[in-house]
């Protein structure tokens, strides 16, 4: 528990965080709708166009992905200070989280994609509708998976052989995470539908302010206040479950007073199967495949729970450093969803082959910068959250041996936006199968257990299924059948 020295600090920090948490707040509720004018489909143009467009697109999710990762490093940052069991609570936590949370990923990105769509074959019934449909799909499917998960959760950390001494946290804390998931789907189709035209700033603003109620709550709750003690990792939770009730809110807010077209209306939510089955079968093949690889992520934790504690607080660090080196890909890949989604939607296929191109050389120019700087410095970010010795040198070799595969990888997540935005998500699926379950799991399990390299294993799994993915993912795109993918479909 922290000193009385210290309880005054985090008195005037708690103080200060909250003045800007209601004035920002105020703003975002007051958010007009010419405060960013939505991108609009040009007439062919160039490639250092489309690369400015991209980018208008792009920074703000960048942005975004700043936040979100700031988001999830902020548990680990104060439980850190408690010990490595504690900060290895949201680190299984995470990827058994993420594995439910992808399925409200893929379907809110399949409604960016047929909004998108809709757009430009300049049918804004249609993207309205759409929008109305995905938040209501979303919404029944949350309350499933939140009780699915909550009920699931000893089991899976159990079958993980989760270490005694980190289970005792992690299972409260991923309970209690558990009951945020439906905040998370409401705000994930605000942000793919308003990302599906053209607005990625709305969306970053709402994110932003669940973060610093987080921040502001993390420390209070974790450490606790005057004679209160606090909750330690539960807490970490509850101020996460908050912070996503009030991003929720004020998504729904935003959402009811509309924009360009796109305007929440409980009417218009009623659920329309047609329109669901559509949602599912672009969102379903995203979903899955990005569900699968979340899995294939928590069965790696069982290779990497096998090396300790040390192993834990190193791979669940490291992996959430690395985000922050994704970052220009994970802008790039969903403003070319939504650039390809509506040239494509106005059939016009030279345009979106032009956007991918620029997409492809932001990322090198982008990406060559930041994993240069990992491959160095990446190792000593580690000591900024975990105090083990241990942990930091394991983290140090991750970062030395994953981060060059990082660059093909981030190529091909260009190409995944291109292919969500045409709604050609069965590649997404089979690409996510092969790079988790029939590279990266099979091969950390024969290095770890047949040979002497020990937690090295899954630092190189990752390195080979990066590269192969990656090369794969190109011949795909080459072959250009992606582009055809909802030609058949009736908006």
């Given amino acids: 528990m922290p000193s009385r020295r210290c309880q005054s600090c985090i008195a005037g920090y708690l103080e200060a965080g909250l003045e800007l948490f209601l004035l920002y707040g105020y703003s975002v509720i007051q958010m007009r709708n010419d405060l960013i004018p939505a991108l609009e489909v040009q007439d062919s143009p160039g490639l250092s166009s489309h690369m400015k467009s991209l980018l208008r697109l792009a920074f703000p999710i960048m942005i975004g992905s700043i936040v979100e990762t700031f988001y999830n490093l902020t548990d680990a940052f104060f439980l850190g200070k408690l010990g490595s069991a504690q900060v290895g609570a949201p680190s299984i936590s995470f990827n058994i989280v993420f594995f439910l949370t992808v399925f409200g990923v893929g379907l809110s990105n399949a409604g960016m994609t047929l909004i998108s769509q809709s757009k430009g074959r300049g049918n804004d019934n249609k ?8 938040v209501s799909l979303l919404t029944f499917v949350s309350v499933f998976l939140a009780i699915l998960g909550a009920l699931l959760s000893s089991g899976l950390l159990k079958l993980l052989a989760t270490p005694q001494e980190v289970y005792v946290f992690a299972l409260p804390y991923m309970r209690i995470v558990f009951l945020g998931l439906p905040f998370s789907f409401v705000y994930f189709s605000f942000q793919a539908s308003f990302t599906a035209i053209g607005d990625t700033a709305g969306p970053i603003k709402v994110h932003l302010l669940a973060v610093i109620l987080n921040v502001i709550l993390d420390p209070l709750l974790i450490y606790g206040f005057g004679s209160w003690p606090g909750w330690g990792v539960s807490g970490a939770a509850i101020a996460t479950v908050l912070s996503q009730f009030v991003g929720a809110l004020l998504s729904v807010i935003v959402m009811t007073r509309g924009r360009s077209g796109l305007k929440l209306a409980l009417r218009k939510m009623r659920p329309d199967m047609d329109s669901w089955k559509l949602l599912g079968k672009i969102g379903m093949p995203a979903s899955l495949g990005q569900g699968l690889s979340a899995f294939g992520f928590t069965v790696l934790q069982g290779v990497v729970n096998f090396f300790g504690t040390s192993a834990i607080a190193a791979f669940g660090v490291g992996n959430r450093i690395m985000h922050l080196f994704d970052i220009p890909t994970q802008g790039l890949s969903g403003a070319t969803a939504s650039l390809v989604g509506r040239f494509l939607g106005a059939k016009d296929q030279k345009s979106s082959m032009t956007v991918v191109n620029a997409a492809l050389i932001l990322v090198l120019i982008l990406e060559i ?35 060059p595969s990082l660059l093909a990888f981030g190529l091909f997540f260009a190409l995944s936006g291109a292919f969500q935005g045409a709604g050609d998500t069965k590649i997404i699926l089979a690409l996510a ?13 024969y290095l770890a257990f047949r040979t002497g390299f020990g937690v090295l294993s899954i630092w190189i799994a990752m390195f080979a299924s990066n590269f192969i993915t990656a090369i794969i993912g190109f011949l795909y795109y080459k072959q250009g059948k992606w582009r055809h993918a909802l030609s058949k479909h009736e908006f």
Avoid: C
Wanted: aromatic residues 16%.
């Fill in 369 to 403: 910068p930041l994993l240069t700087l990992a491959y160095f410095y990446g190792g000593g970010l580690v000591k900024l959250f975990v105090n083990d010795p241990e942990a930091i040198r394991l983290g140090t070799i991750m970062f030395q041996v994953v981060s």
């Fill in 433 to 445: 199968v092969l790079r988790l379950w029939f590279i990266r799991v099979p091969l950390a399990y």
């Fill in 127 to 134: 993207a309205d509708h759409f929008m109305n449909q995905t």
